[in-house]
Structure formats: structure tokens, C-alpha cells
């Protein structure tokens, strides 16, 4: 079994492979093309797979062993890159804050319209810087060869793309959980690569999503199975005293790289997927969202008309008990 330290190595290894393969059986590029995959699906797949895998997922202790020992390796780069995210946004705040603090005293005048405006703007800009630090840290997990500043090189040039993809995600999962809780849970597992398929497959925005979707089907419960282990090994560590918020930052990294694991098996398994990317398509899992947010005032309301509708019976039902005393 062919072993390999990341993607990058099993790529020249991939393409030294197809060579060999060209020169030997003069294949053409079609051909090519197709025994390219199928190398990938088998060879990449021996590369990610843990003992006894058995052309499955990797067990879940596979999986968390695999993930510490890239953590180890990766610790500093990511936490550094993490803490980087937080400074950008409590830097760019802080900045316009202040401005409009200083402009307001210096001019005399504005003294609430400026500050606020500065609030407004350092959210705004602070928004912004936390994307381009997230982006970073996604290229980090998915490229281990690269460092600090490489990784917000990359970045730098996906940050609105980014913002997108991760407004999407923010919107449509909440809402599913407003939908009670359980199209929350589903929608969690099917869009959980999308922000690895971003990076390492050069999807956008919605493309992403439905091609996470994809991956997924067939295999929702072996990959629940194994984002909720990790998940309650996330809040364990949280519950920790005093040290709780410390060592769940510092656990955010070990996270991404099994979630990314997790990615790289399932895509191993089932090679190049297909997925409608037609526009009723989209909007389906958008209307899905803006109905869980639709259904808690609508719920409220409800609530709202059945107290009203019940007050006059609880009126007579008072006044009964009264004159009964």
C-alpha cells in the first residue's frame, strides 16, 4: 500500500504514475484521462484510508489519530493564522471605532452619528479581515506545505468569494435548525466540505453546497457518525474549567483537519460526482432556510392567537371560582 504524507505528494506521485503508464502502453489522452481516475479513486483512497478500512471510511479512531498527527505537525502555523483572524477583526473595529471617537472630539460636532458610523465601518471592515484569516486557515488545512504567509497570499484573492460561500452556510443551516432542529442536523452533514471543496476543487458559492451534498449521499450516516464524535470531543473540551475557552481555540485547528479527513476519504471513495447546479436547485435549499426563519414568528403568532383565544374561557373561569368562594 502506497503511503503519503498530503495531496501534494500523492500529485507528483499521480503524475509519475501516468507517465510510466503512457510510455509503456501508448495510451492516448483519453485513455489517459480515464486511468488517471481511476488511479486516483484506488491509489489516493490506499493514501487515506486507516487499517481495516477495507474501501470504506476510516474508522473513527483512525481518523483522530491521523488528524493528531497533522495537528502536530501544523499546530503552529494554524493557531497562529486563527489568533491572526481575531486580531484582523478587533483591529479593523478598533481602528474605525476610534476614528470616529477622534473625529467627533477634533470637530466638535457628530458626537453619536460619528462614533456610530465608525462602529459601523469597523464591523464592516472587520468582517472583511475575518474572511481573508478564515480563508487562510482553510488553505492551511487542505495545503499543509503551506506557512503562514503563503496562506494569506492565497486567501487574499478568494475573500469575496469566501464571504459568499460562508453567508450562504450561515444562512441556510440556522435556518434549517429553526425548522426543528432535525433538517439543521441533515443540512449540517450534507453541506459540511463545502468550504474544503472551495479550496481544493475551485467551486462557488451555492457549487459548492450541492457538490458537498453530493459526496455525501449514500454515506450521511458514517459521515454524521463521525463529525458527531468529534463534535462531543469539541464540547467535552470546552467544559473544562477556567481553561475551557483556551483549549477549544486551540482544538478549532484539530476540527478543520479531521473535517477535512473526513473530505478526503469520502472523495477518495467515490472519485468525480455529479450535481445539478440548475437554479431551481439552488433556490430550493435557499426557500428551505427562509422558511425555518419564517417559522418562528409564525410560531410566536400562533402561540399569540391561541393565548388570546383562550383568555375570554380563562376570564369566566376565574369569575366561576370566584362566586363559588
Known amino acids: 500500500m502506497t503511503e503519503f504524507r498530503d495531496r501534494d505528494e500523492y500529485e507528483k506521485w499521480k503524475a509519475g504514475r501516468l507517465k510510466d503508464l503512457k510510455e509503456k502502453n501508448g495510451q492516448s489522452e483519453g485513455e489517459d484521462a480515464e486511468a488517471g481516475r481511476g488511479e486516483r479513486s484506488k491509489d489516493f483512497r490506499s493514501a487515506s484510508e486507516g487499517p481495516g478500512n477495507k474501501g470504506g471510511l ?3 479512531g483512525a481518523l483522530f489519530k491521523r488528524a493528531w498527527e497533522i495537528y502536530k505537525r501544523r499546530a503552529g502555523v494554524l493557531i497562529v493564522l486563527c489568533i491572526l483572524t481575531f486580531l484582523f ?3 479593523a473595529f478598533g481602528v474605525c471605532l476610534g ?5 467627533s472630539d477634533l470637530f466638535h460636532t457628530g458626537h453619536k452619528l460619528l462614533p456610530a458610523t465608525g462602529a459601523v465601518a469597523g464591523i464592516t471592515a472587520g468582517i472583511v479581515f ?3 484569516g478564515s480563508a487562510a486557515v482553510v488553505y492551511a488545512v487542505v495545503d499543509e506545505g503551506l506557512g503562514v504567509g503563503g496562506a494569506l497570499g492565497k486567501s487574499r484573492s478568494v475573500i469575496w468569494s469566501f464571504m ?5 452556510i450561515g444562512y441556510i443551516i440556522p435556518g434549517g435548525f429553526l425548522l426543528f432542529i432535525v433538517p439543521g442536523v441533515i443540512f449540517s452533514v450534507w453541506f459540511a466540505f463545502s468550504q474544503f471543496i472551495f479550496i481544493a476543487e475551485g467551486g462557488r458559492g451555492m457549487d459548492c453546497l450541492l457538490k458537498s451534498k453530493e459526496y455525501v449521499r449514500g454515506l450521511w450516516l458514517e459521515v454524521f457518525l463521525r463529525l458527531f464524535l468529534v463534535w462531543i470531543v469539541s464540547v467535552l ?3 473544562v474549567p477556567l481553561l475551557g475557552p483556551i483549549l477549544s481555540f486551540l482544538f478549532f485547528p484539530y476540527l478543520l483537519i479531521f473535517i477535512r479527513l473526513v473530505y478526503d476519504d469520502v472523495r477518495a471513495l467515490k472519485g468525480e ?3 445539478s447546479a440548475a437554479a431551481t436547485e439552488k433556490l430550493k435549499w435557499a426557500g ?3 422558511a425555518g426563519y419564517l417559522a418562528v414568528p409564525l410560531f410566536v403568532l400562533c402561540l399569540m392567537g391561541a393565548s388570546i383565544m383562550a383568555l375570554p374561557f380563562m376570564i369566566l373561569k376565574g369569575c366561576l371560582v370566584f362566586r363559588v368562594h
Open 130 to 132: 475575518f474572511t481573508w
Open 164 to 168: 459568499w460561500l460562508i453567508s450562504l
Open 288 to 290: 428551505a432556510a427562509t
Open 58 to 60: 476510516a474508522d473513527p
Open 99 to 103: 476614528l470616529g471617537y477622534l473625529f
Open 273 to 275: 460526482v455529479t450535481y
Open 89 to 91: 477583526f478587533a483591529g
Open 237 to 239: 473540551i470546552g467544559t
